[in-house]
């Protein structure tokens, strides 16, 4: 646990909260996103359980090719907090998934950006150094090939250096994905598994709680999601064959992401933090209809519509 001065703690908490909200509004108003009523049915649209207060937001924008974004702040008590983004994107176009976390815990600053790539380009096969061993199958020349493509378009060297400068800042600390949580569950796609859901850019550090820590934090968030609408100004239509993997892929990435935010929801939260996930993933449409592994039942995600 870090010792931190309370009031520089108290002002950091409002700086990343008004980071968050203006994040979020932003996405919502350039390209044009509709609230959808959809955490009211877990009781997460407003709350204030077990010393945390927040609510949920749902939203959706298929003109804008984004099939659901998902807008989460939670405040404690005891100076703690969690504020979360996730925008999943329509198989159309092959713009990554957006999920960014932004909060505080155990005397430090969270901050998550990452970019869900949308085909599985085995990135959990990365080297230390930033390599991947030489294609010698079938499926590691075509997760190749989604790499290069990748890097084209999305995971360029300037996206890189920026992600190597913030890992770099004055006293951050970056934390591995757990490689079991972040695996993807289901049919492969290419390679020998379904791989992971992170992207090569995934940014997840442990922040001072200072002034100097928060200003890292929310310079981040705003370079991160302007980033990401960028890439969605003007994307590239998917192929007939890429629309159909990338909605396959789709489903196993969300249900994976779901499943290891319900287990780290209930571990920070209690009982309720299993509804605070479904609230916070959205309908799956044809995805993950089966949730009784979470203890949740069946998710009903229809709403009346084709």
């Known amino acids: 646990m870090h010792t931190v001065d309370a009031s520089v703690a108290s002002v950091v908490a409002i700086e990343l909260s008004r980071a968050h909200e203006a994040t979020l509004q932003r996405l919502v108003d350039t390209l044009g996103m509709e609230h959808v009523e959809f955490a009211e049915r877990y009781e997460c649209d407003r709350y204030d359980q077990g010393g945390f207060a927040g609510a949920v937001r749902s939203y959706e924008a298929p003109r804008s090719n984004v099939a659901w974004c998902s807008g989460l702040a939670l405040c404690g008590a005891d100076g703690s907090s969690l504020h979360a983004i996730t925008a999943w994107n329509t198989p159309t176009v092959d713009v990554p998934a957006l999920r960014?976390?932004?909060?505080?815990?155990?005397?430090?600053?969270?901050?998550?950006?990452?970019?869900?790539?949308?085909?599985?380009?085995?990135?959990?096969?990365?080297?230390?150094?930033?390599?991947?061993?030489?294609?010698?199958?079938r499926g590691a020349f075509a997760q190749a090939g989604v790499r290069s493509a990748y890097d084209k378009a999305f995971f360029t060297r300037e996206a890189r250096e920026w992600h190597a400068a913030v890992s770099a800042s004055a006293g951050a600390e970056r934390v591995s994905p757990d490689p079991e949580s972040s695996r993807v569950a289901g049919r492969r796609q290419f390679g020998e598994s379904a791989g992971v859901s992170y992207g090569p850019l995934l940014l997840s550090l442990r922040l001072p709680l200072t002034d100097a820590g928060a200003e890292v934090a929310v310079r981040a968030l705003e370079h991160g999601a302007g980033q990401w609408l960028?890439?969605?100004?003007?994307?590239?239509?998917?192929?007939?064959?890429?629309?159909?993997?990338?909605?396959?892929?789709?489903?196993?990435?969300?249900?994976?992401?779901?499943?290891?935010?319900?287990?780290?929801?209930?571990?920070?939260?209690?009982?309720?933090?299993?509804?605070?996930?479904a609230a916070n993933a959205g309908r799956h449409d044809q995805a993950g209809h089966n949730t009784l592994g979470l203890g949740l039942g069946i998710v009903d995600d229809s709403d009346g519509r084709d």
């Open 100 to 137: 960014t976390r932004l909060g505080i815990s155990d005397g430090m600053i969270d901050l998550l950006i990452d970019y869900l790539p949308r085909l599985n380009g085995g990135y959990e096969a990365c080297g230390t150094d930033g390599s991947f061993p030489e294609p010698d199958s």
């Open 230 to 277: 960028r890439w969605m100004a003007d994307p590239a239509r998917s192929s007939w064959m890429s629309n159909r993997m990338q909605y396959d892929r789709d489903c196993q990435v969300r249900q994976s992401v779901y499943r290891a935010e319900a287990a780290a929801f209930e571990g920070r939260f209690g009982e309720w933090g299993l509804a605070l996930a």
